[in-house]
């Protein structure tokens, strides 16, 4: 079953009013005139808007900021440059969109002075490349063009990383397949025990060289009570009595530790 192709909305006709605009002095007649031209290309800025939905912001304030581009682009367009005003438009409402998102959507928490400066790094960035040849331009030559201190350019550059996080998929470089996931580190369960394992490190000192070979027999060999009996050269009953004894004064020892 065929298909209806999507048909694309017929942009308002909106030349005259433009012209208008221009040749009008500021008053209530113009600002009405601007409402109305601003009005007819809304639906479009809308539209535009929709393009960059699912990717972690409102609709609303999508709409919101593709609203606030157009007026910009209604009171910026100039008639008499001989372009139609859409291919004005679209361009300097999807610039604003991204730039939204550039500014303002960070994966991580930035002092906005610090994403000013990135803002004003990258700019500078991509203009020295231009100007060098494609080369990567340095720190004191950011510095030199944005104003900023040595130190604000790093923050700047660095402050990057907060809007693109890496995934936890991505390979390191490290090896071929060792991914950013493989390099995190896990809960150590062995960490709740470090302070009952030194409060029993100092009480252990304390015992005879058998008392910590029949413990060593019994927890580290695991060996049974009548086979360190027969290791130690005592009687398994013995051996019994000194391993309650030491349990014994090591419950209360590290009882009066608590």
Not at 23 to 46: D, K, S, Y
Not at 170 to 196: K, N, P, Q, S, W
Not at 228 to 248: D, K, P
Request: with cysteine; proline share 5%.
């Amino acid at each position: 079953m065929a298909t209806t192709p999507r048909r694309t909305p017929t942009p308002p006709d909106t030349d005259e009013d433009f012209r208008r605009l221009a040749r009008l002095a500021p008053g209530p007649a113009r600002e009405l005139l601007r409402h109305q031209v601003i009005g007819a290309w809304l639906p479009m800025a809308e539209r535009i808007s929709r393009r960059f939905r699912n990717k972690g912001e409102t609709a609303a304030d999508l709409r919101q900021v593709a609203a606030m581009a157009l007026v910009k682009a209604v009171d910026r367009y100039d008639p008499d440059l001989g372009h139609s005003f859409e291919a004005y438009a679209v361009p300097t409402i999807i610039g604003e969109l991204k730039r939204h998102f550039r500014d303002y959507l960070w994966t991580l928490h930035v002092p906005r002075s610090v994403q000013q400066a990135r803002s004003r790094v990258r700019s500078a960035v991509a203009d020295l490349e231009q100007e060098l040849g494609g080369r990567r331009p340095t720190v004191r030559e950011i510095a030199a063009r944005t104003g900023l201190s040595e130190e604000d350019v790093l923050l700047g550059l660095e402050a990057g990383t907060g809007c693109a996080p890496v995934s936890l998929d991505a390979v390191t470089g490290i090896a071929d397949d060792l991914t950013v996931y493989d390099t995190l580190g896990a809960e150590d369960v062995a960490l709740e025990r470090v302070v009952d394992r030194e409060t029993l490190r100092l009480l252990l000192a304390d015992l005879s060289e058998r008392e910590r070979r029949v413990l060593h027999l019994r927890f580290f060999v695991e060996l049974s009570q009548s086979q360190i009996a027969e290791n130690v050269g005592v009687s398994q009953m013995q051996i019994s009595r000194i391993l309650n004894r030491l349990f014994s004064q090591m419950r209360q020892r590290l009882a009066a530790c608590d």
